[in-house]
């Protein structure tokens, strides 16, 4: 074992994070690519890249439940979450290689449907990132204690990940989306797979054992457990169904609207709930609706920010003065088209969301030490309901998107820090890979919720649309937060004498 790793220090929590690191360019890069790909090179509209992305639910709904049971059980190659790591960053680069081919790929099968050949990529890549991300998560709770450490191993990840997220996106706007595949390819595999081999897992986990034989997990007890879903849930099936269905259209917004009245009125009976008895399973419920109805947001706006740009920006700025070209212009030589100049301003806009993801954790952390994490969390969410409104209502320049994306951004740094360090002590630890797997769900069903967002724009024609949806589900998720009580172990830090030893 490294003598960092013995004492817990700042350089092994960052090399802990490594692995989440490489999910997270995964996703950056998948961010900016994807969606200007399919829509620009391949000609999808905005409802069938919406489709398309329904892959990256879909693999998080089987892949990471069913890889956080096993790997809470298994041991091979040296390590507990080890494996999956390093397979899921092999899966990853191979994925990348085959996004900029699906033209060539389509000649070579005889599979004629652009959109049915990217989504088994997708699917494949979302299987891969899914596969990782929740070992690497579970690997940082198995080897850190409750409280502070653990809270810091969380930051950690969002900084290193949220800076190698702004590297994306800078790459992406220098070199262009097709390179960034390539770049990704070779870069996931190098962070995901060689960081892990430095990092030893104890063969037993460091729980009471009783805590760890008297809950049993199968199939139904997972399907009780998310019962608050069911309203996602029931949306994402009806949307794969539906594009392949054309006459269930005429429910789409029926369905739609069920399945948010749902999820609302299972909130509100969920937190009377726990007004009247507090519980750790009734706060795990509570933080999964919470957590579900921003990720309703944030998947909308990485899908569809590039059409937006297209019909809200692009059409108020002269193309030879947008910002966001200089970096390719005056690096590449390379005289950027209105094509790449809208996928050079969502790689910019992203680039400042990352940008404060990656800074902020560390000032969430001091003021979480003040305020409590619960309250820090609802604070930091409504930034992003300011920078979503700001964009729905005052965008019409390309700085407007910027500044917009840099109060969303606030919000994006505390949902993918202080939540998961929430999360865990609200579980059983002998079923942390579990429990993060069941957990994700509360981030991939709600995904699916934005091919609904994208079939109400496209029957509308009204872009604004997306950043006031966007506003109103963080809002939402917001309001639910509250309600979520602060975990033990951060009013016992708060309440910890302030001495000069």
């Known amino acids: 074992m490294l003598n960092i790793q013995k004492k817990l220090s700042n350089p092994f929590l960052a090399l802990l994070a490594l692995p989440a690191t490489a999910v ?21 509209d905005i409802h ?44 990853s680069t191979i994925a990348f290689l085959t996004l900029p081919h ?22 494949f890549l979302d299987l891969s990132i899914n596969v990782t991300f929740n070992p690497a998560r ?13 809270t810091a191993g969380f930051v950690w990840m969002q900084i290193i990940s949220g800076f190698f997220g702004v590297f994306a996106y800078f790459l992406s706007m220098v070199f262009g989306n097709e390179m960034l595949l390539y770049i990704a390819s070779g870069l996931v595999l190098l962070t995901a797979v060689f960081p892990i081999l430095f990092i030893e897992e104890p063969r037993k986990l460091n729980i009471q054992t009783d805590a760890a034989n008297e809950e049993k997990f199968g199939v139904k007890q997972i399907l009780i457990e998310i019962y608050p879903l069911y309203g996602f849930l029931l949306f994402g099936v009806f949307s794969l169904f539906n594009h392949f269905i054309p006459e269930l259209n005429k429910v789409h917004n029926f369905v ?23 519980s750790n399973s009734n706060e795990f419920h509570k933080i999964m609706l919470a957590h579900s109805f921003s990720w309703v947001a944030f998947q909308s706006m990485f899908i569809m920010s590039g059409f937006f740009i297209e019909k809200q920006i692009l059409p108020h700025v002269d193309m030879g003065k947008i910002a966001a070209n200089w970096f390719a212009e005056r690096l590449t030589g390379v005289t950027q088209t209105a094509d790449s100049s809208i996928g050079n301003i969502v790689s910019l806009g992203f680039l400042i969301l990352n ?21 820090t969390y609802v604070s930091a969410l409504l930034f992003s ?63 699916m919720m934005s091919n609904g967002v994208a079939n109400v724009i496209k029957e509308t024609g009204n872009y604004q ?37």
Not at 105 to 118: A, E, K, M
Not at 265 to 277: D, E
Not at 355 to 375: D, E, H, N, S
Request: overall charge positive.
């Open 24 to 44: 997270g360019f995964a996703l950056s890069t998948q961010i900016a690519a994807l969606s200007w790909i399919l829509s620009k090179k391949y000609g999808l």
């Open 48 to 91: 069938e890249v919406a489709f398309v992305w329904l892959a990256g639910p879909i693999a998080g709904i089987f892949g990471q439940i069913i890889v956080g049971m096993i790997s809470d059980n298994v041991w091979f190659m040296g390590g507990r979450r080890r494996p999956f790591i390093m397979i899921g960053g092999m899966v």
């Open 102 to 123: 699906i033209r060539g790929i389509s000649h070579i099968t005889g599979i004629s449907d652009i959109i049915i050949i990217s989504s088994v990529i997708a699917l």
């Open 138 to 150: 579970s690997i940082i709770a198995d080897l850190t204690p409750e409280g502070k450490v653990r």
């Open 256 to 278: 739609l609207i069920l399945s948010l009245v749902y999820s609302v009125v299972i909130g509100a009976i969920t937190i009377i709930k726990g007004l009247k008895k507090e």
């Open 355 to 375: 940008f404060i993801g990656a800074v902020f954790p560390l000032l969430l952390q001091t003021v979480a030490k003040r305020i409590g994490r619960v309250r």
């Open 385 to 447: 309901v300011a920078g979503y409104f700001y964009i729905a209502f005052a965008a019409h320049l390309e700085i407007d998107f910027y500044i917009g994306m840099l109060l969303v951004g606030i919000g994006w740094s505390a949902l993918i820090s202080i939540v998961f360090a929430i999360m865990s002590e609200r579980v059983n630890p002998a079923k942390m890979g579990l429990y993060m797997g069941v957990f994700n769900l509360a981030v991939v069903l709600p995904q």
């Open 465 to 501: 649309l997306l950043y006031i949806l966007c506003g109103a589900f963080v809002a939402v998720s917001a309001l639910f937060w509250i309600f979520v009580r602060e975990p033990e172990s951060t009013a016992h830090e708060q309440n910890v004498p302030k001495g000069g030893h």
